[in-house]
């Protein structure tokens, strides 16, 4: 029997989960909230086991993937803002970073053509200081009252990486699409200079 279309389903779940969760964060029920984020969590970890260790890989998956993640941290972001648990401004300084970053992968493909980018180290830190920070905020909403400035230095972790992985993609991105246009320019050249030669 053929299970390569596990990780796939397992992440399609994690995206119905999404509905479940936002239910009981409007009804500002943050221990069922917990419960279910956990699980999406632990969806997103199984299905990533699963495609490395069987090479369960699919182009499907390697889209949908990244996509139900980040709702995920910004659908229960927004509804953490929406009950004023969180500040609003940090979700907008989130949605810039990766509205910025959309936007400049967008416009390399549409000069340079297709590539491969893999987040950065400091990409993937960022991601988990922002699951940390929702993880802290539900439990101490939801089962323990955690210290309040244990929260608010997440918070400002959560600026800081959030602000800084989104400078390095436009650094590192901005060069290679740099050298790409120069390389491609040389190529230009060159090809020009051989058929005058010619």
């Given at each position: 029997m053929?299970l ?15 509905i479940?969760?936002?239910i009981?964060?409007?009804?500002e ?10 699980i ?6 199984l ?5 490395k ?10 889209i949908?993937?990244?996509l ?14 929406y ?6 401004i ?23 053509g297709?590539?491969?980018m893999?987040p950065?180290?400091l ?16 439990v ?12 608010e ?17 436009g ?28």
């Amino acid at each position: 029997m053929n299970l390569s279309f596990l990780p796939n389903f397992i992440t399609l779940l994690r995206v119905f989960l999404l509905i479940p969760l936002s239910i009981v964060l409007l009804n500002e029920q943050y221990f069922s909230a917990l419960i279910l984020f956990v699980i999406a969590g632990f969806s997103d970890a199984l299905d990533g086991f699963l495609a490395k260790q069987f090479s369960w890989i699919s182009r499907f998956g390697a889209i949908l993937d990244p996509l139900a993640d980040k709702a995920l941290l910004v659908i229960t972001m927004s509804l953490l803002v929406y009950n004023q648990q969180l500040s609003w401004i940090l979700l907008l300084v989130v949605f810039v970073r990766d509205i910025y970053i959309v936007v400049g992968a967008y416009y390399y493909h549409y000069r340079l053509g297709p590539y491969e980018m893999q987040p950065s180290n400091l990409s993937k830190f960022n991601t988990f200081v922002q699951l940390l920070l929702v993880t802290t905020l539900l439990v101490s909403l939801g089962f323990y009252q955690l210290p309040t400035l244990f929260i608010e230095g997440l918070i400002l972790l959560t600026y800081v990486t959030t602000i800084a992985s989104g400078i390095h993609y436009g650094w590192v991105w901005g060069g290679k699409f740099r050298q790409e246009i120069k390389r491609r320019k040389q190529q230009s050249g060159q090809s020009s200079n051989q058929q005058r030669e010619q």
